[in-house]
């Protein structure tokens, strides 16, 4: 059948994520289960933060208007304890970190900054900031106001604060479902024995760990076989699936039977081809309600697009505000000579400031070594055909790399 023509790589970026068009479904969770998870609601503070005025070290808590002076140490305030006010004219609270700060109290001297005179006295220096050490309540955050809004990707600082509010439970979104395929017969799993004609099934592996580390659980499918009537059948149940991501199989082979298959199952494709080296074969649509992916089958071009198109796209699904990649300037170590009229995809290291091609650009698509060489990915536009050097760019970091 004839083939969809290949379309610039911002067009497919943008029609890609325009195929999230439903509202993810929310679940009830425990918080010690909510690392990683988008929340679905807006958190309202509904506990002042911190929700008393506190002391920040262990110390003196006087009136400011006694600094220089010498003061008769009332009581001792431990954590937990609390107080009403209690002082005298030229009387002061001896206070230990966290302590509650009885109200006649604003400022807090610190032990190594005064001086005991005798066993209850103490000299206040003169030169002390009203208000020092003294934690106010509610400076953090105050009650009504919000913690954060629905579509956050939760990390353990959200959990921490979260925490100070007594949260127990949170509405999280649903986790998308993914499925994995690869195809052709001459692929072997890494349990099995593979000959010198044989190779081993990098895709997969390699796709499932990047969606990990983006926080997604992807089922792996097995290996489609060059068959039509059977990769037919590979697709017939597999609709139930949020996503559903094949490598390989779609180019203009005799034995690419993955884009007739899928098409036979009512897939409706966006794009198949889009202009960029490496992984013009990439083909996204939907079949009925399953976003579909078809990566290349080549290990760099699978895992580079997948990158690129499936981790923005798997993060809008799944509800995150923050799904596009974010984008930093960098300066690049030497010049790069580009074949103009396409986007390159260019893998790289970033250190200090400065981007380094990874083995000069010159690397095939087949090849997997470049990957582990690389933190860092630059996108050129279709019209460049030069970058000079300590030209600057803009690069997208893989995960772990920041």
Not at 101 to 118: C, K, N
Request: hydrophobic share 40%; proline share 4%.
């Amino acid at each position: 059948m004839q083939k969809l023509t290949s379309c610039p790589l911002k067009e497919a970026q943008e029609s890609s994520l325009s195929l999230v068009d439903l509202k993810p479904v929310s679940e009830w969770i425990c918080l010690y289960e909510a690392l990683g998870r988008v929340i679905a609601k807006d958190v309202i503070c509904k506990k002042d933060l911190p929700s008393f005025n506190n002391s920040a070290l262990d110390g003196y808590a006087i009136k400011h208007e006694d600094t220089g002076k010498k003061l008769k140490i009332k009581k001792t305030i431990f954590a937990g304890d609390s107080v009403d006010e209690d002082l005298a004219k030229n009387e002061c609270y001896k206070i230990m970190t966290g302590a509650k700060v009885p109200s006649d109290a604003d400022t807090i001297v610190a032990f190594e900054d005064a001086q005991i005179v005798e066993d209850d006295f103490v000299q206040i220096p003169q030169n002390i900031k009203k208000g020092n050490a003294f934690r106010v309540k509610g400076e953090e955050i105050s009650c009504a106001k919000v913690l954060f809004k629905k579509g956050t990707l939760l990390n353990s600082s959200h959990i921490a604060l979260l925490s100070s509010q007594g949260i127990s439970n949170i509405e999280v979104y649903k986790k998308i479902s993914i499925a994995i395929f690869s195809t052709g017969n001459e692929l072997k799993e890494p349990w099995e024995d593979a000959s010198e004609d044989e190779i081993y099934n990098v895709n997969s592996s390699s796709l499932i760990a990047l969606f990990k580390e983006y926080g997604f659980e992807a089922d792996y499918c097995g290996v489609i076989p060059d068959n039509l009537q059977k990769s037919k059948e590979y697709f017939k149940n597999m609709k139930t699936y949020d996503v559903l991501v094949t490598t390989g199989g779609i180019s203009m082979g005799e034995a690419d039977f993955v884009e007739d298959a899928l098409l036979y199952n009512g897939l409706k494709p966006l794009f198949h081809g889009v202009n960029i080296k490496p992984g013009r074969p990439t083909m996204i649509g939907k079949m009925d309600r399953t976003i579909v992916a078809s990566m290349p089958g080549n290990p760099l071009a699978a895992y580079v697009n997948a990158f690129l198109f499936l981790v923005p796209l798997l993060k809008k699904l799944q509800g995150d505000d923050s799904h596009e990649h974010k984008i930093i300037k960098a300066k690049i170590s030497d010049e790069l000579r580009l074949k103009p009229n396409r986007s390159n995809l260019i893998l790289g290291s970033f250190k200090d400031g400065v981007f380094k091609a990874t083995m000069k650009n010159r690397y095939g698509s087949g090849m997997i070594t470049p990957i582990v060489k690389s933190n860092a990915l630059l996108v050129t536009d279709e019209k460049k055909d030069l970058i000079y050097k300590n030209e600057e760019v803009e690069i997208i970091l893989f995960k772990g790399s920041f």
